[in-house]
Nanobody, 117 residues
Framework: QVQLVESGGGLVQPGGSLRLSCAAS????????MGWYRQAPGKQRELVAI???????NYADSVKGRFTISREYAKDTVYLQMNNLKPEDTAVYYC???????????WGQGTQVTVSS
């Protein structure tokens, strides 16, 4: 069984920064994709950024140039550095781990990010 534990959310003023962390534990296959998604009230969950085990990244257009995703492979941990935050970034942020070889898909419990003055 795989568990994802997120941390780092909170309240920040517009223009501020936050860093989210997601640590995975359990049986994790070497080929995988870790990433962050978010869901704002009344909206569908959307991709924010993902990074493959090979280091390839993909970002939503709305966060390009402001957010950076990275991985610490030895700790099976993924980070999301969020800079120049805007009120529209307010959402619950979820960590996701996909393992294509087993068609497995795991989600964290979510962490709230609120951008407000």
């Amino acid at each position: 069984q795989v568990q994802l534990v997120e941390s780092g959310g909170g309240l920040v003023q517009p223009g501020g920064s936050l860093r989210l962390s997601c640590a995975a534990s359990g049986v994790i296959f070497s080929i995988n994709i870790m990433g962050w998604y978010r869901q704002a009230p009344g909206k569908q969950r959307e991709l924010v950024a993902i990074v493959s085990s090979g280091g390839n990244t993909n970002y939503a257009d709305s966060v390009k140039g402001r957010f950076t995703i990275s991985r610490e492979y030895a700790k099976d941990t993924v980070y999301l550095q969020m800079n120049n935050l805007k009120p529209e970034d307010t959402a619950v942020y979820y960590c996701r781990l996909e393992m294509p070889s087993t068609k497995s898909d795991y989600w964290g419990q979510g962490t709230q990010v609120t951008v407000s003055s």
